[in-house]
């Protein structure tokens, strides 16, 4: 099983550039988040799904689109990068249900730098 | 609305001995689950324990135990017998049980274990 896979691992963007961050899993997971991390910040949430077509705003979704066609991709949308942009992305999954079934499995992060 | 805090951004102990990670939480849901992951210096998140709100006994994962203090809202983490190895970012974590909730973590700790 590959688990959670993102691509690209790095990106450099000028600004004003879009592009898109893909995240597949193939757990059958149905729910599916965005975070970046800042240091010092933690992981702040970005945008999230709970199942195919439905998602939600996180903490920080100003300057990013997501969407969830089906139920193992849930790509990020850079709509026009920005320096303060430039932050490592993960991407995580799990089951929706209780209890240890909210256990993220997370893909391996992509840094994104925004020059 | 749910909310995670970490207090303290560094902790150090030596080897062998038994260190605290702090986290308090808030929430209004009566049904949640708490979770600590450990981020080492390669950036990949390793999920370590879980405590459901309805639990009776403080989980325990080998090493790792969480002192969940439910009417003080916190949900400490324990690590005995320190090793190098441990050595790494901690995050707690949290998610209601209710509908359509995202899982949001705190800012975090780094550990550094001596020798």
């Known amino acids: 099983n590959a688990g959670v896979t993102q691509t690209p691992k790095f990106q450099v963007l000028k600004t004003g550039q879009s592009m898109t961050l893909q995240c597949a899993q193939d757990?059958?997971?149905?729910?599916m988040s965005w975070y970046r991390q800042d240091p010092g910040m933690g992981l702040r949430l970005i945008h999230y799904?709970?199942?195919?077509?439905?998602?939600d705003q996180g903490e920080v979704p100003n300057g990013y689109n997501v969407s969830r066609s089906t139920t193992e991709d849930f790509p990020l949308r850079l709509l026009s990068a920005a320096p303060s942009q430039t932050s490592v992305y993960f991407c995580?999954?799990?089951?929706?249900?209780?209890?240890?079934?909210?256990?993220?499995?997370f893909g391996a992060g992509s840094r994104l730098t925004v020059l | 609305a749910q909310k995670i805090t970490q207090t303290q951004p560094g902790m150090f102990v030596q080897e062998k001995e038994a260190v605290t990670l702090d986290c308090t939480y808030d929430?209004?849901?009566?049904?949640?689950?708490l979770f600590w992951y450990k981020q080492p210096s390669s950036g990949e998140m390793i999920f370590l324990i879980y405590?459901?709100?309805?639990?009776?006994q403080n989980a325990t994962e080998g090493r790792y135990s969480l002192n969940f203090q439910k009417a003080r809202k916190s949900a400490n983490l324990v690590i005995s017998a320190s090793q190098l190895g441990d050595s790494a970012m901690y995050f707690c974590?949290?998610?209601?049980?209710?509908?359509?909730?995202?899982?949001?973590f705190g800012k975090g700790t780094t550990l550094s274990v001596s020798s």
């Open positions: 995580a999954s799990s089951y929706n249900g209780a209890g240890r079934a909210n256990v993220l499995t």
């Open positions: 757990m059958n997971h149905e729910y």
């Open positions: 799904s709970v199942g195919a077509g439905i998602t």
């Open positions: 929430t209004s849901d009566p049904s949640y689950g």
């Open positions: 405590q459901g709100s309805y639990d009776q």
């Open positions: 974590a949290m998610r209601e049980h209710q509908a359509g909730t995202a899982l949001i």
